[in-house]
């Protein structure tokens, strides 16, 4: 059945759009938040950082809110609509937090930050729009790595450890003198971190599929019922300037051996489940890395292909 007020709403009332809002200002109370709106339908810690309290707030038919409450006020808030107009919608974000500031395009369409550097603003093809501050998105992935940093111990696999976590680990080693990185690459024997903290490769069972006649491995743990796991060298890199990830792709059949630094140099073995082959490299921390590079290169990936890229890169070594 047709639903006529619906569609007034839409094509004559204009109603699905933001600009038919009162926009929420940031830096506001929680308690002003529910004049504007009501009472939040529901307030809880966030996932990824308890500190942090995510309120949403129903607005009118058609939308709702989503704002963030850290230190006692709202640092980010988004918008999201039973039907968005983009350009409509992008406009009215722009105008309401403007704050007597221009904006600067970071990726026309999606992200845009006062020139002030105080707020940033993203759109989502969700659809949902967004404010924060850029100092809270800052302190909201510390927050977040510092409580998956808490919670190291309870997870199941530690060789999955998030990246930032690791990157974490690493910084604390170089800046701070700590012995966190120590006690977390003695956890596994697939975890190997280089004397100065500033290299740390870790073997992880990745999620791999068949794909054609070769095979395609995904970032993300096996998962089951769909595909398999395959082993990979990941390799994180930590500096002042900023840290890097790769990784090492490895043949189906490929099992790390031996992986771990003797002083400065790394001894990495690859020996083939079941066969024959067996691959040794020692080196810097650099030439370990070249390996992802050689790896990288293999399209589409193939065990025979991947053998090949790593025997070349033995012979060249020696």
Not at 98 to 115: A, F, K, P, T
Not at 271 to 290: N, V
Request: hydrophobic residues 35%; charged residues 25%.
């Amino acid at each position: 059945m047709i639903d006529f007020h619906r569609l007034l709403d839409f094509y004559v009332r204009g109603k699905h759009r933001l600009e038919s809002l009162t926009a929420l200002a940031l830096g506001s109370k929680v308690a002003e938040a529910a004049e504007l709106y009501g009472e939040p339908l529901k307030s809880e810690p966030s996932e990824d950082s308890p500190e942090i309290v995510q309120h949403t707030f129903a607005a009118g038919d058609y939308h709702a809110i989503t704002a963030s409450e850290w230190k006692g006020v709202i640092q980010s808030i988004t918008y999201w609509s039973t039907k968005s107009d983009p350009v409509r919608d992008l406009q009215f974000m722009l105008n309401a937090y403007r704050g007597g500031s221009d904006w600067e395009v970071l990726e026309e369409g999606y992200w845009y930050q006062r020139q002030d550097g105080v707020v940033r603003l993203w759109c989502s093809a969700m659809p949902a729009i967004g404010v924060a501050y850029t100092e809270f998105l800052r302190a909201k992935g510390d927050l977040k790595t510092a409580h998956e940093l808490s919670k190291l111990d309870l997870l199941p696999d530690f060789t999955w450890a998030s990246n930032n976590v690791v990157f974490e680990l690493q910084r604390m080693h170089v800046e701070d003198g700590s012995s966190a990185l120590a006690g977390f690459a003695a956890r596994s024997e697939s975890i190997a971190a280089s004397p100065d903290g500033r290299t740390v490769l870790i073997v992880r069972n990745h999620h791999a599929f068949d794909e054609g006649e070769g095979f395609r491995e995904l970032n993300a743990p096996p998962e089951q019922g769909n595909g398999y796991a395959s082993q990979v060298i990941n390799c994180f890199c930590w500096s002042e300037d900023g840290s890097s990830w790769s990784k090492v792709t490895l043949p189906r059949d490929a099992r790390v051996k031996r992986l771990c630094f003797a002083g400065e140099l790394c001894q990495l073995e690859i020996q083939q489940a079941d066969g024959p082959q067996s691959l040794r490299f020692e080196g810097t921390p650099r030439d370990i890395l070249r390996l992802g590079a050689c790896t990288s290169m293999c399209h589409p990936l193939t065990d025979e292909g991947l053998w090949k890229v790593l025997r070349e890169a033995e012979c060249r070594k020696d």
